[in-house]
């Protein structure tokens, strides 16, 4: 039978999944409704307040704002910068082509912490992007790129770029070159063509690049940690502090499950919004 | 809408045309004329650049030399989306994310033709290729027939003064094809629109075109009506690439009242009817075609290319009976015979007998004295 095979062969990644996701996320449910009492420690009681914290107190919703927005500019930036170069790598017959992706892939085989650590050493107060600055004469006092928004995208962009170029090379390799030359002859220019043809084309790629890259963005932990400081929070960040510095674990637990909630949806939405442009593609 | 072969300027004139790809010459150089009207055929082997003429005229491929003329204007530098050509893909390639409707009106909308304007004209196009009410599908809907004619309405819709077309039936199964030929033609007999076409396929060029232009490795090989680059073929290349022909080389011997009397190898003479630029002692190559050759009992007499031979194979093909003949001297014949005619059994001994006019001359140290006529 061929359904019954093709179970079969998704068995072991659904009990991965099973053992690695559902199940610690589901213990997390219990634990975020039981109230934390200070030197007592995690009690027997019932309450919701860690929820109704995180979406009502300031504190807790301009973290939340600022992680979407990190999330939505570093998407935006690695599209930016990305669509043009996995076109180019998509579309190039150069001998150089496979060299030229494994310059875009090589910075993952750097460790993250490392290039975090570098990203310090070009962004801080007399780091060398503020050294070039000033020598130019762009800027009289320092830039401050460490510890804020501006700082942590630019390092996260850079960290992810390489997903969303891997990602949209294929989507863009599948437009045949013959339905842009059509195009063209039809009396479409350059642009036009682009607009019209090659981006609708791409959307399949441009849709799972850019969740992949918000996914990644929203849920980072190590970069925003060393970028940030310790008073620069994002969910992460403040999820892994609430479990490790304040062993508050039912508000750390609340925090994760509101992050995995708004993953979930994101992936649900795009799935529908896939099947509605993946639909007429 | 017969063409105007001679007086009427052309509507498209390309002369020495050249392409380079690196190192490798995809097109030598490539010169033709097409009338107003005229449906005229690039025909070659693959590879033989006759593809990159086409998407150099298209405005895809920029030339290394030469000059495009269309109508009277240059447009050897005009960029693509100016050119007001159809192009025809063998890939089809019709916009997956549009209807058939909207890939039908994507040209008009560029040369800003409203909707008010260019809904009839689409409409009016899409039942010209009998696919009125499928207008709303998307193409992925459609079998392959149906996609390429979207694509012949997308192409003729904005009125193209040449419609260019690439190999566009071979993707589609025999039948369909056959279907598609003559739709095509009565078509382009309709619209009056200059088509140039390019093809692989001899039976496809010859029974589409008003004239064939044969090409191969880059360069023109011939250029002619259909019966004449099929009977009077001007290079080995065309005489072996257009039909089927038994051929042999041979030197001409002195030339008397018979016609031209040639050796060939093996001590036969074969005798060809004259014609100019042949002298005695030239080295020729000498093609007969294998529905030429008369298979004939044994025996019966008669003067000039009549050779004893013994029937080695046969197998029918529905139109036609195909053998393999073996001569006295152990050279074997190709011949095809009417379907109709009764069979001829294996080991049977036969005449192979064929007129002088039937015997095509070829001059053997002339590649391209052939050229363009």
Redesign the interface.
Same mark, same amino acid.
């Given at each position: 039978m061929k359904s019954g095979r093709g179970l079969g062969l998704l068995l072991p990644a659904a009990l991965l999944l099973l053992v690695a996701f559902v199940l610690p996320v589901g213990m997390l449910v219990p634990t975020s409704f039981r109230p934390y009492v200070p030197l007592v420690g995690i009690t027997s009681g019932f309450t919701a307040g860690y929820y109704t914290r995180l979406v009502t107190d300031s504190y807790y919703l301009e973290i939340i704002g600022r992680t979407l927005a990190l999330g939505l500019t570093v998407t935006l930036a690695t599209l930016l910068i990305g669509y043009p170069l996995a076109y180019f790598l998509a579309r190039t017959r150069s001998q150089w082509r496979n060299w030229l992706t494994l310059l875009v892939v090589f910075p993952l085989y750097l460790n993250l912490v490392v290039r975090t650590f570098g990203w310090i050493a070009l962004l801080a107060q007399n780091g060398l992007v503020n050294q070039a600055l000033q020598t130019l004469g762009v800027v009289n006092e320092p830039v401050k790129l460490l510890f804020n928004f501006a700082g942590l995208m630019i390092a996260l962009t850079h960290i992810f770029l390489p997903f969303m170029v891997l990602v949209l090379i294929g989507p863009i390799q599948n437009i045949p070159r013959d339905v842009e030359d059509a195009a063209r002859v039809l009396g479409a220019s350059w642009g036009s063509t682009f607009l019209r043809v090659t981006l609708p084309l791409s959307m399949p790629g441009i849709l799972s690049g850019s969740i992949l890259v918000f996914v990644l963005t929203i849920s980072a932990l190590v970069t925003p940690r060393l970028l940030g400081g310790p008073t620069y929070q994002v969910m992460s960040t403040l999820i892994f502090d609430e479990f490790l510095q304040r062993l508050n674990w039912p508000a750390g637990s609340a925090a994760a499950l509101l992050l995995t909630l708004m993953v979930l949806t994101l992936v649900f939405l795009s799935g529908i919004l896939a099947r509605r442009t993946g639909a007429r593609a | 809408m017969s063409p105007a072969v001679s007086g009427a300027a052309p509507a498209l004139r390309v002369s020495g045309l050249r392409k380079a790809f690196g190192a490798v010459v995809a097109v030598a150089d490539v010169s033709l004329d097409a009338a107003p009207g005229e449906f005229l055929s690039l025909l070659g082997p693959s590879g033989c650049g006759k593809s990159t003429v086409l998407r150099m005229v $298209? @405005? =895809?491929v920029e030339p290394d030399a030469g000059q495009i003329v269309l109508a009277g204007e240059d447009i050897t530098r005009v960029p693509?989306? *100016? *050119?007001? =050509? @159809? =192009?025809v893909?063998q890939?089809y $390639? =019709? /916009?997956?994310?549009?209807t058939v409707h909207d890939n039908v009106a /994507? @040209?008009l909308r560029? !040369?800003g033709v409203g909707e008010a304007e260019g809904r009839p004209r689409v409409e009016r196009m899409l039942e010209l290729v009998r696919l009125g009410p499928l207008g709303a599908r998307?193409p992925r809907e459609l079998s392959g027939g149906q996609q390429q004619r979207v694509a012949l309405a !997308? $192409?003729l819709v904005?009125e193209p003064r040449v419609l260019l077309l690439d190999e566009p039936l071979s993707n589609l199964d025999a039948l369909l094809r056959d279907e598609m030929r003559v739709e095509l033609k009565r078509l382009q007999e309709r619209l009056g629109t200059t088509m140039i076409f390019v093809t692989h396929d001899q039976a496809e060029a010859l029974i589409l075109s008003d004239r064939v232009v044969v090409m191969e490795a880059g360069r023109v090989e011939q250029i002619g009506r259909p019966e004449e680059v099929y009977r009077r073929p001007a290079t080995p290349f065309v005489a072996r690439f257009l039909g089927r022909a038994n051929f042999f080389a041979g030197t001409i011997a002195p030339i008397d009242a018979r016609g031209v009397v040639i050796m060939v190898e093996g001590g036969l003479s074969v005798v060809a009817a004259p014609r100019p630029g042949l002298h005695p002692g030239q080295r020729v190559q000498v093609a007969i075609r294998q529905e030429n050759i008369r298979l004939e009992p044994a025996g019966a007499g008669g003067a000039g290319n009549r050779f004893a031979a013994k029937v080695v194979f046969h197998a029918f093909a529905g139109q036609s009976h195909h053998y393999v003949v073996q001569l006295a001297n152990g050279r074997e014949l190709e011949v095809a015979a009417p379907g109709g005619s009764l069979p001829l059994a294996r080991g049977a001994a036969v005449v192979a007998a064929w007129g002088p006019d039937d015997v095509v001359t070829l001059a053997e140290d002339a590649p391209g004295a052939g050229g363009a006529r």
């Open positions: - | $298209a @405005g =895809l693509v989306h *100016r *050119r007001n =050509l @159809g =192009l893909f890939s $390639a =019709l /916009f997956p994310h549009m /994507f @040209g560029r !040369r998307y !997308r $192409a904005t």
